[in-house]
């Protein structure tokens, strides 16, 4: 009997040894979603059983290495398994994946009678609900890509892929939202995985320039400053403007030495203008958040701005609201800090995505740059040139110095100087030029542009 008993015990700790090493092998630990091992098993034999509408979806947390860094491991593993959690809700259990840090993928069948694009649109704001952890309000942004799954046009493993590619092209577009898989997608993967062997090269070969655009008070006429914008100089690419380059040097975090580089040109350039006598001129340098949420980011600034002699106060930094929205609990300190030192702050194309009036009266901002979306035919669009006149107003009454971006025609120009006390930028009042002729604006016009015209085309 004892005998008996003893054999069974064994037998049965062998078959929960055998389910438990089962389960660590096609389980994600952290939040119990089964695991990468366990999607490239199940996708063929879902769309073996699945004859109707399967679609995979990758799901990607924004920003995540930042959010760990920034708030702790502890936090963020918690974070996760909100997400999970809520995903399950969403698509059941069982048909979410957690195949790498912060990506999830989904697949199912989308048999809802609603249009995909409804669909996904519900699930993207149900996903962007805030997250209560730890006795707080945890806001995330997440993108998607997706693959509809036509049975027997590629292999399953093709469509997850189509799916990832999506979710790619979602990021390099700004990240908030999703996008169905196109054909197109496919040359994309190639052009960034060219664009990141070379940037490397780029900045031991230092092929960046500073380009600069003046940004000028409407009512006077007066150039108040420049923008520094990069410029990159390929030999293999040619001329690379920002928006083709700036995300991938932040997931390689290229842009710290980057950044850095332009803040020192940017600098010494206003210094120089400065010291021949137009003291009031400030310059505006773009920050990515990869910059901002470094440690050593504050001291950096302070370096340069000592190295070179600037006085704080005419250096402004445009953050989008993007970061300082969303990243808005990590980087408060900082925002303030900074602002302690004389610095301004500018949030960068104000309207683009999500940030709401509550956000703006939080954070510790000077200026609010209004997207040239809104700026775009907005006299010809009754609604949206409402919403600039809106917009300009909160923004004045709130206190923020006011600047419109892309103003490209005299009609949009003579318009918004009906404001007192607004500046705008844009092609109409000049494009971004180099170095040597925005000195050549200045010394020749001094700090009043309103006669001025810029006679080569630089973009
Ligand atoms: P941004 O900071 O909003 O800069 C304004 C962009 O609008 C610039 O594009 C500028 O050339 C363009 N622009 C100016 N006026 C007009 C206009 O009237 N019409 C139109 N259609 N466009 C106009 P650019 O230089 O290609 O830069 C794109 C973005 O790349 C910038 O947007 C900024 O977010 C980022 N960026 C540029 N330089 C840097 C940098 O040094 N560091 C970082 N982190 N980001 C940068
Ligand atoms: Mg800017
Ligand atoms: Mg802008």
């Given at each position: 009997?004892?005998?008996?008993?003893?054999e069974?015990?064994?037998?049965?700790?062998?078959?929960?040894?055998?389910?438990?090493?089962d389960?660590?092998i096609?389980h994600?630990?952290?939040?119990?979603l089964?695991?990468k091992t366990?999607l490239?098993?199940?996708?063929?034999?879902?769309f073996?059983?699945?004859?109707?509408?399967?679609?995979?979806?990758?799901?990607?947390?924004?920003?995540?290495?930042l959010?760990s860094d920034?708030?702790?491991?502890?936090?963020?593993?918690?974070?996760l398994?909100?997400?999970?959690?809520?995903?399950?809700?969403?698509f059941?259990?069982?048909?979410?994946?957690?195949?790498?840090?912060?990506?999830?993928?989904v697949?199912y069948?989308?048999n809802?009678?609603?249009?995909?694009?409804?669909?996904?649109?519900?699930?993207?704001?149900?996903?962007?609900?805030p997250?209560?952890?730890?006795?707080?309000?945890?806001?995330?942004?997440?993108?998607?890509?997706v693959?509809?799954?036509?049975?027997?046009?590629?292999?399953?493993?093709e469509?997850?892929e189509?799916?990832?590619?999506a979710?790619?092209?979602?990021?390099?577009?700004?990240?908030?939202?999703?996008l169905i898989?196109?054909?197109?997608?496919?040359?994309l993967?190639?052009?960034?995985?060219?664009?990141?062997?070379?940037?490397h090269k780029a900045?031991?070969?230092?092929?960046?320039?500073?380009?600069?655009?003046p940004q000028?008070?409407l009512?006077?006429?007066?150039?108040?400053?420049?923008e520094?914008?990069l410029?990159w100089?390929?030999?293999?690419?040619?001329?690379?403007y920002?928006?083709?380059f700036?995300?991938?040097?932040e997931?390689?975090?290229?842009?710290i030495?980057?950044?850095?580089?332009?803040?020192?040109?940017?600098?010494?350039?206003l210094?120089?203008?400065?010291?021949?006598g137009?003291?009031n001129?400030?310059?505006?340098?773009n920050?990515?958040?990869v910059?901002?949420?470094?440690d050593?980011?504050?001291?950096?600034?302070?370096?340069?701005?000592?190295?070179?002699?600037?006085?704080?106060?005419?250096?402004?930094l445009?953050?989008?609201?993007?970061?300082?929205?969303?990243?808005?609990d990590?980087?408060?300190?900082?925002?303030?800090s900074?602002k302690?030192?004389?610095?301004?702050?500018?949030m960068d194309?104000?309207?683009?995505?999500?940030?709401?009036?509550?956000?703006?009266?939080?954070?510790?901002?000077?200026?609010?740059?209004?997207?040239?979306?809104?700026?775009?035919?907005?006299?010809?669009?009754?609604?949206?040139?409402l919403?600039?006149d809106?917009?300009?107003?909160?923004?004045?009454?709130?206190g923020?110095e006011?600047?419109?971006?892309?103003?490209?025609?005299?009609?949009?120009?003579?318009?918004?100087?009906?404001?007192?006390?607004?500046?705008?930028?844009?092609?109409?009042?000049?494009?971004?030029?180099?170095i040597?002729?925005?000195?050549?604006?200045?010394?020749?016009?001094?700090?009043?542009?309103i006669?001025?015209?810029?006679?080569c085309?630089y973009?």
């Amino acid at each position: 009997m004892k005998r008996l008993l003893k054999e069974l015990l064994n037998r049965f700790r062998k078959e929960d040894s055998i389910k438990s090493l089962d389960y660590y092998i096609y389980h994600d630990n952290l939040t119990g979603l089964p695991n990468k091992t366990s999607l490239m098993e199940d996708l063929p034999l879902y769309f073996n059983c699945i004859k109707e509408n399967p679609v995979i979806i990758a799901i990607d947390i924004n920003h995540f290495k930042l959010i760990s860094d920034s708030m702790g491991p502890n936090f963020a593993d918690e974070l996760l398994q909100n997400v999970a959690s809520r995903l399950n809700k969403i698509f059941g259990a069982g048909n979410v994946y957690r195949i790498d840090e912060a990506e999830y993928v989904v697949i199912y069948d989308h048999n809802s009678g609603k249009d995909l694009s409804e669909s996904l649109t519900l699930v993207f704001s149900q996903l962007k609900k805030p997250y209560e952890i730890r006795r707080s309000k945890m806001y995330i942004n997440v993108s998607m890509g997706v693959a509809p799954c036509r049975n027997g046009e590629k292999t399953p493993q093709e469509y997850l892929e189509c799916a990832q590619r999506a979710l790619e092209d979602t990021q390099r577009r700004g990240r908030n939202g999703f996008l169905i898989y196109k054909e197109y997608m496919d040359e994309l993967v190639k052009e960034k995985m060219q664009i990141e062997k070379l940037l490397h090269k780029a900045v031991e070969n230092r092929e960046f320039e500073v380009y600069y655009q003046p940004q000028m008070i409407l009512e006077s006429g007066k150039i108040s400053g420049f923008e520094a914008l990069l410029r990159w100089n390929s030999p293999e690419l040619g001329f690379v403007y920002p928006d083709q380059f700036i995300r991938i040097a932040e997931e390689n975090r290229l842009i710290i030495p980057i950044g850095e580089f332009v803040l020192k040109k940017a600098c010494s350039f206003l210094k120089k203008l400065h010291r021949i006598g137009y003291k009031n001129l400030s310059i505006a340098v773009n920050v990515s958040n990869v910059q901002l949420l470094n440690d050593g980011f504050i001291n950096g600034v302070l370096d340069i701005l000592e190295k070179t002699g600037l006085n704080p106060d005419k250096l402004v930094l445009e953050m989008t609201e993007e970061i300082l929205t969303e990243s808005y609990d990590m980087v408060k300190e900082k925002l303030i800090s900074l602002k302690q030192k004389g610095i301004k702050i500018a949030m960068d194309d104000f309207g683009k995505n999500y940030s709401t009036l509550d956000v703006l009266s939080r954070l510790p901002i000077n200026t609010l740059k209004i997207d040239k979306v809104f700026i775009e035919n907005f006299l010809q669009d009754k609604p949206k040139q409402l919403i600039t006149d809106l917009i300009i107003s909160i923004g004045k009454k709130m206190g923020f110095e006011v600047l419109a971006e892309g103003v490209e025609t005299r009609e949009q120009y003579e318009y918004l100087k009906k404001y007192e006390n607004i500046k705008a930028q844009g092609f109409y009042i000049s494009k971004p030029v180099p170095i040597e002729h925005a000195e050549k604006i200045v010394r020749k016009y001094g700090p009043n542009i309103i006669n001025w015209k810029l006679s080569c085309d630089y973009r």
